[in-house]
């Protein structure tokens, strides 16, 4: 299966690569993992006439923890997120994702921002990352923007950057105080599978028995972008966790999916999931939560 | 235009002259001519392309030969010696984890990829480790045998 030609660039610092982004605009493809670009290009989805890789810039691999917040180099691997003991012990619900991304093989390649700017609506990262808060910083020539992710996503394949503009890092506050989180990927296979539903979930409470500060329910799959379940987020804060709130919160956040019809599985289907997978990601958030 | 990469296949040096929409399985086969990694899906799914790039299994097919250079690339005809079989390959002709052969090359470097960094992988491990290359003759049981044959002789090389 042959690629269609184009012409390569490869620079090795940020301010290189976004001058050729800002000459080449629409007409290039930034090139990180490749596990999506490659596959679109030999698919004739994708035909840029220049591929900018990302893979020569030391800076964008790499985590850096500074003052309680957490940057994440664009270029990071999703083998490497999984493996880092900084995600591992406080992110870990991230580190779950990066776990079950594609396969052992792709997850050696595929990059924490190519799994962001493909803006698959079943992406595994996105759900982990938005229950923390995280925000991508996006580069040009003429400067920077910080965007939090719960407004980066448009639709399937569409995000708010623009044809020059760069995810240099992503960046996260490390969680303070008694919190957990979890990561749950619902699909008919345990590799090389795209989610039927999945549900990240993040909580805080203000004592170890005592109740919710803080909750974010992102639920994957299930609309044309990652969401926000804002109405079982609503349903949790301020109340002492239980089953029986988890179940309430359940099937609010059941209310805010949008899932549609499509040959992996049915919508109906895809909503009661989101209810039953939110009830135990909160559930799996507590035990962390508690257990910290 | 073609590039000059250079690149360290099996231990050897090659500098080679390539197009930026040449992918590293492509020129392995047919510049370096290395047939034994294979190419299938060519999209990343089917694990047949598995190489170890800087000693991580990847999918060839997906890799650029221009954003590898300078790297190393172990592929399946770097595992013999003067000795022989690597005990991998021996283990996979001696328990049948062969029938076609076309996913073998990918299952093997996977399964050397996992015990170098951990030769007491259990089942589960070594089930995972190879869940990114398919055998459509479906034998998984006979090669997750072998691997976990080599791992109890504690033998891996």
Redesign the interface.
């Known amino acids: 299966m042959l690629l269609p030609e184009f012409e390569f660039h490869e620079p090795t610092t940020v301010s290189k690569a976004c001058e050729i982004m800002g000459q080449l605009g629409a007409k290039a493809r930034l090139l990180a993992g490749g596990t999506d670009l490659v596959v679109n290009m030999k698919k004739k989805v994708v035909r840029p006439d220049h591929v900018v890789s990302l893979g020569r810039i030391d800076i964008l691999k790499g985590i850096i923890e500074e003052n309680g917040l957490l940057t994440i180099g664009a270029c990071m691997t999703a083998a490497e997120l999984a493996g880092a003991e900084v995600i591992r012990s406080n992110l870990p619900a991230l580190a779950d994702g990066a776990r079950v991304l594609g396969s052992p093989l792709i997850r050696n390649l595929a990059t924490v921002a190519g799994n962001l700017v493909s803006a698959r609506p079943a992406a595994d990262l996105p759900p982990p990352l938005m229950a923390y808060g995280a925000r991508a910083v996006l580069t040009k020539t003429s400067g920077e923007r910080s965007v939090d992710l719960k407004d980066f996503f448009l639709g399937p394949g569409k995000t708010v950057m623009d044809p020059d503009e760069i995810l240099t890092r992503i960046t996260i506050e490390v969680p303070r105080g008694r919190y957990g989180d979890s990561y749950i990927k619902l699909g008919v296979r345990q590799t090389l599978e795209i989610s039927l539903v999945n549900v990240a979930a993040f909580i805080r409470l203000d004592r170890p028995d005592g109740s919710i500060t803080k909750a974010r329910i992102v639920l994957g799959s299930v609309g044309p972008t990652p969401l926000r379940a804002v109405s079982a987020e609503k349903a949790l804060m301020g109340q002492s966790p239980s089953d029986a709130l988890f179940a309430r919160a359940g099937e609010a956040a059941a209310g805010d999916a949008r899932p549609i019809d499509d040959f992996r599985g049915s919508a109906e289907y895809r909503r009661d999931m989101v209810g039953v997978l939110t009830r135990r990601a909160l559930s799996a958030a507590l035990d962390r939560a508690r257990s910290l | 235009?073609k590039?000059l990469i250079r690149l360290t296949v099996n231990d050897k040096n090659y500098e080679i002259a390539v197009?930026?929409?040449?992918?590293l399985a492509d020129v392995i086969r047919e510049e370096i001519g290395l047939t034994g990694t294979k190419k299938g899906c060519?999209?990343?799914?089917c694990?047949t392309c598995?190489v170890l790039?800087d000693g991580?299994?990847?999918?060839s097919c997906?890799?650029?030969a221009?954003?590898a250079d300078g790297g190393h690339v172990l592929t399946i005809e770097g595992l013999e010696t003067d000795q022989g079989l690597h005990p991998i390959q021996q283990a996979f002709v001696e328990k049948g984890a062969i029938q076609c052969g076309f996913c073998t090359s990918g299952m093997i470097l996977?399964a050397k990829s996992l015990l170098d960094q951990n030769p007491e992988a259990d089942e589960q491990e070594i089930r995972?480790?190879i869940?990114?290359?398919l055998c459509r003759c479906t034998g998984y049981q006979k090669i997750v045998e072998a691997i976990q044959s080599v791992k109890d002789q504690g033998s891996v090389s």
């Open positions: 235009m590039r197009k930026p929409n040449q992918t060519e999209m990343g799914e694990g598995t790039l991580k299994p990847v999918n997906l890799v650029l221009v954003q996977s995972a480790a869940s990114g290359n």
